[in-house]
């Protein structure tokens, strides 16, 4: 064990020495850049997305497997397993489109309300976003004419 310390602090110590001297500025915490962006009420949902990304068994299932070799061949009883052997590396199939869907779905669920309220929809009502739709609509149309003529000039 002191070995490996010693190997860690050599390690170490030869990075460092390498790096720039003078002042280390540290990366700023999440919460810190999202307020200076102006947006500190995001934090709670990069923790969510952080979470399903990092953290959730779909995810670790992409780069992780775990094969138990049960004590006794002749059966497929894993709880007296003989050996656990861990593998890393990159386990996709179909069913790996779980985890960027349930992504989608998230992103949607934060998203929709908010452009809802931004568009002044907010109610939700049907009729009310159709006819903010043919209100932009409209607004495009006199925005491409506007750039035509001046073109035409």
């Avoid at 010693?6 to 999202?34: D, N």
């Avoid at 102006?38 to 779909?58: K, T, W």
């Avoid at 809802?116 to 939700?124: F, Y």
Wanted: glycine share 4%; proline share 7%; charged share 25%.
């Amino acid at each position: 064990m002191s070995q490996t310390a010693i190997h860690h602090f050599k390690r170490r110590s030869a990075i460092e020495a390498k790096l720039p001297r003078g002042k280390v500025i540290e990366k700023p915490a999440m919460p810190h850049i999202l307020a200076e962006l102006g947006f500190p009420q995001l934090y709670s949902a990069y923790r969510g997305m952080s979470q399903v990304i990092h953290a959730e068994p779909d995810s670790t299932g992409l780069v992780h497997e775990v094969r138990y070799e049960p004590k006794d061949p002749s059966t497929t009883d894993i709880v007296e397993a003989g050996s656990t052997m861990h593998y890393f590396g990159y386990f996709t199939d179909e069913s790996s489109w779980a985890v960027p869907i349930k992504m989608a779905v998230w992103g949607l669920s934060v998203s929709v309300p908010r452009l809802l309220s931004r568009i002044e929809a907010l109610d939700r009502s049907p009729d009310l976003l159709l006819e903010k739709q043919e209100t932009l609509h409209r607004k495009l149309e006199v925005l491409e004419l506007t750039r035509k003529n001046k073109s035409a000039d």
